[in-house]
């Protein structure tokens, strides 16, 4: 009953709304302006003069503004702070100074403790497999 009542109400809001816009008058469309008079060769031999000096007048612009950038970064890469330019070895913190090396000479390796102890096998996570584990003796 539910769906029934929300399929009523969708559909007469479609109907509603179709018919609204089936009223609405269509938008007044303007007059057409009056056609200009053809121009003359001479008027079209200037527009495109000017359009050929507003083109290289751009192109000054964007060169100068380029050019403009280059020196900028040029100046701001040759700071006194530069990598580059710096001579200085890499300062390191260390805890003592270097000393003069000295000429090596021979220790005896002091002999361990007690030895190692032998390493027992592995026993895997689901149990003992039959070839992990000795044979019983007959």
Not at 79 to 99: G, H, Y
Request: proline share 11%.
């Amino acid at each position: 009953m539910n769906k029934l009542l929300a399929t009523l109400i969708a559909g007469a809001f479609a109907v509603a709304t179709t018919a609204a816009l089936a009223q609405t008058a269509a938008p007044a469309t303007p007059a057409a302006p009056a056609a200009p008079a053809t121009k003359s060769d001479a008027m079209k031999a200037d527009d495109a003069k000017a359009a050929k000096e507003a083109k290289a007048h751009k192109k000054a612009a964007q060169k100068k503004h380029f050019d403009e950038q280059h020196k900028e970064m040029q100046k701001n890469s040759a700071s006194a702070s530069s990598p580059m330019k710096q001579n200085n070895p890499v300062k390191t913190k260390t805890a003592a100074p270097a000393t003069p090396a000295t000429p090596a000479t021979p220790t005896v390796a002091a002999a361990p403790a007690a030895p190692a102890a032998p390493a027992a096998p592995a026993a895997s996570a689901t149990g003992s497999m039959k070839a992990d584990t000795a044979a019983p003796k007959k």
